[in-house]
């Protein structure tokens, strides 16, 4: 965007919260969002000011409270510049920052609200479930009714265990492959991430990839020595990995469509090919779906594919904003997990009924006829038109979808792994995402991170990103 005035849709509102700056035009430089403050017209009638400042008071403050101001990296806008918007409430497709400005919302809590934030049906079951506590920390029917949920929706998962985040459920599922095997290597792809345990932190997506950490400090090389990587969708290196390592590998763990190095499909015979040399060489598939499950198709990855892996883990969704993760797989694996087995795992908040009675209304929710048809639908119109108005404008541009998951990149593709989607010009992205933010559209604040859609995003809401696109993409 060139000048200094911005005006939004008509149909932008602000809450009356907005800042009551009197300033009616600004010269602030637009090149960073910090202190930002721009003319929007609201309405035709009615001019009122854009301004960060609550925001940006805030996140000063918090760098001072909490390393970097912020509680996981990649919300402290690092590879976009500027700061971090501050957020005050979130609902349905949109969210407030605390300056009062709306937002259309791409990154969902980073995947869990896939039916909206604040859903009334998931408030209204939290505040019965609250009447009777907030944790049990012992057996509690929620726990069966959402493990009934995920047993019969997810392919290879005949029994579950509950834990607190995905990062949780990855370094359980890892024990429980060397426990069930008694092998300690593991393979995993360049650009996957499966949280922030010691063993994963190797070439790893998300944060690790948006901040170019090589490896973090802190992670002994015993921890990673076992791991052996890969790029995504190589299957000559994964089987030259198991003709050098014979007999030493106990599983192969993939995010089954990557999110965290950018949006990135595997190609069709690779999932395929992963089942068949892991079977031969007795070593489990594991299918990190703390992205995908319940996203891509109400049982995930594996039923999109039709691919049954041995061993899964979930996250985000089944949550339903609040924090669960879980890992579960064929019974005979499961129950070497205490205390049916050897196999040691705890928590003193897994299985929490409110976290649970969350999970349970998002699955009830997604399991209404067409949700995935929508999402697919709303997605499609949003990715073909992001991607027509950018190469209407002139810019190398690829991406794709698959349900409500979505990504792009800016370079011509194909992107079928790390290495590729690493030619993506990241200065670009950074100034499309600052464009797009001032236009009023919240996108994950990184290059390499996927974006997801809800069941409330509206054809409006997508229209209106396009039209955002288009302007931004003219002026980058
Ligand atoms: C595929 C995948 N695995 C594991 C994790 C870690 O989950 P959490 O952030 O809940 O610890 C993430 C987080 O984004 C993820 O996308």
């Avoid at 809450?15 to 202190?35: D, N, V």
């Avoid at 890992?327 to 928590?347: D, L, N, T, W």
């Avoid at 009924?353 to 639908?377: F, S, V």
């Amino acid at each position: 965007m060139a000048g200094i005035g911005l005006t939004l849709p008509s149909k932008f509102t602000h809450k009356p919260t907005l800042s009551s700056s009197t300033s009616r035009s600004s010269s602030s430089s637009r090149c960073c969002l910090s202190s930002v403050k721009m003319t929007v017209s609201v309405d035709d009638n009615k001019q009122t000011t854009f301004t960060l400042k609550k925001s940006e008071e805030a996140f000063n403050a918090a760098k001072e409270l909490m390393p970097g101001g912020v509680n996981s990296p990649v919300r402290a806008f690092k590879s976009v510049g500027g700061q971090p918007i501050v957020i005050d409430s979130v609902k349905g497709s949109h969210m407030w920052d605390i300056d009062g400005n709306e937002y259309i919302d791409y990154v969902g809590s980073w995947g869990p609200a896939i039916i909206g934030h604040g859903d009334d049906e998931v408030l209204a079951a939290l505040a019965e479930t609250m009447k009777k506590g907030t944790s049990f920390g012992a057996p509690c029917l929620l726990e069966n009714e959402l493990a009934k949920m995920v047993i019969s929706a997810v392919p290879s998962i005949e029994m579950v265990r509950f834990v607190n985040s995905g990062t949780e459920a990855c370094m359980g599922v890892l024990r429980l492959a060397r426990a069930f095997t008694g092998k300690t290597k593991i393979i995993k792809f360049e650009g996957c991430y499966h949280g922030h345990a010691d063993p994963y932190l190797v070439k790893a997506g998300s944060g690790v990839a948006t901040l170019g950490l090589p490896d973090s400090p802190g992670v002994p090389k015993s921890a990673t020595a076992d791991t052996l990587t890969s790029p995504y969708n190589d299957i000559t290196t994964v089987e030259n990995l198991f003709n050098t390592h014979k007999g030493e590998i106990a599983a192969v763990i993939l995010e089954p469509v990557v999110g965290n190095a950018g949006f990135i499909t595997p190609t069709p015979e690779f999932l395929k090919f992963l089942k068949k040399i892991t079977k031969e060489n007795d070593a489990l598939l594991i299918f990190d779906e703390v992205m995908t499950g319940f996203r891509l198709a109400y049982g995930g990855a594996q039923e999109y594919y039709g691919i049954t892996p041995d061993l899964t883990t979930l996250g985000k969704i089944i949550g339903g904003g609040l924090p669960v993760g879980a890992y579960g797989g064929r019974r005979e694996i499961m129950e070497m997990v205490a205390p049916a087995g050897p196999m040691y795992q705890a928590g003193t908040l897994s299985g929490n009924p409110l976290a649970m009675t969350a999970g349970i209304h998002t699955l009830k929710r997604l399991q209404e006829p067409g949700t995935y048809e929508y999402l697919d639908k709303v997605t499609s119109q949003l990715i073909n038109g992001i991607l027509d108005v950018g190469k209407s404008a002139g810019h190398e541009i690829c991406g794709g979808h698959i349900s409500g998951m979505f990504g792009f990149f800016f370079t011509s593709g194909p992107v079928f792994n790390f290495e590729d989607a690493k030619k993506s010009d990241t200065g670009k992205f950074a100034r499309f995402y600052r464009g797009m933010l001032e236009e009023g559209v919240y996108l994950a604040p990184s290059q390499f991170e996927a974006g997801f859609t809800s069941l409330k995003h509206t054809h409006e809401d997508i229209q209106r990103t396009i039209d955002a696109a288009e302007k931004v993409f003219k002026n980058l």
